[in-house]
């Protein structure tokens, strides 16, 4: 089986940094991705990890772990406009889509 | 226009009747997918295509039916609705399967069983 594990929610202050953390339980490991979601939208891809590592794009970045089985995203300068939900998402299979967590909802307060 | 449309946009049908959801992406990818999206579950994949008629099921398969006969379409049809199958349900397409190929999402149908 596999499993993705998210907070459900996360509170945060405009301005500041947040980290969205993601633990996986899979039976092969071929990636980690993010997605953001705002109400009412559909999910855009936000950045992947393959290697163990930060890959940076903008204000945003990504973490990964393959020994630990965890990644992160991490959210700087915090906007109103980030307030949405974040998925981190796995490929356990070099033929199979990826399997998406439940996902974690920002909330982002002045 | 360029990209990935579902229509309608919003459904509502009565138990046991037959309801397709449609999908056209414009970019040719050889890769496409249908999610369900409910509270609590996140994006549940119910079934994807690697291209023209080849098809597999995804995690949440039971009640749907698909088919691929072009590349740029791919409908999902629920052969008889249960109010089960009220969601929002998402089509996506890619170039590939790997984390780097990102997935186009179209903007959703809002689907309710009554």
């Known amino acids: 089986g596999q499993s993705l594990e998210q907070p459900s929610e996360v509170t945060a202050v405009e301005g500041a940094i947040v980290q969205i953390n993601c633990t996986y339980q899979t039976s092969g490991f071929y990636g980690l991705s993010w997605y953001q979601q705002h109400d009412g939208g559909a999910p855009t891809f936000l950045s992947y990890?393959?290697?163990?590592g930060l890959e940076e794009t903008g204000r945003f970045s990504s973490f990964l772990s393959r020994s630990d089985s965890y990644g992160y995203l991490l959210l700087q300068e915090l906007q109103m406009k980030d307030s949405a939900s974040y998925f981190c998402a796995v490929r356990n299979s070099g033929n199979t889509p990826l399997v998406f967590g439940k996902g974690t909802r920002l909330s982002v307060i002045a | 226009d360029a990209g990935i449309t579902q229509s309608p946009r919003y459904k509502i049908t009565e138990t046991g009747r037959q309801v397709t959801l449609m999908c056209h992406q414009t970019w040719s990818h050889s890769y496409m997918f249908w999610y369900r999206q409910d509270l609590g579950h996140g994006l549940r994949l119910i079934y994807y295509?690697?291209?023209?008629?080849?098809?597999d099921k995804g995690e949440v398969p039971d009640g749907y039916v698909v088919s691929r006969s072009k590349t740029e379409n791919f409908p999902l049809t629920l052969e008889s609705a249960t109010r089960s199958q009220t969601s929002v349900y998402f089509c996506?397409?890619?170039?590939?399967?790997?984390?780097?190929?990102?997935?186009?999402f179209g903007p959703g149908t809002r689907l309710t069983v009554t």
């Open positions: 295509s690697a291209a023209a008629d080849i098809t």
């Open positions: 990890n393959a290697l163990d």
């Open positions: 996506a397409s890619s170039y590939g399967l790997a984390v780097s190929y990102e997935q186009y």
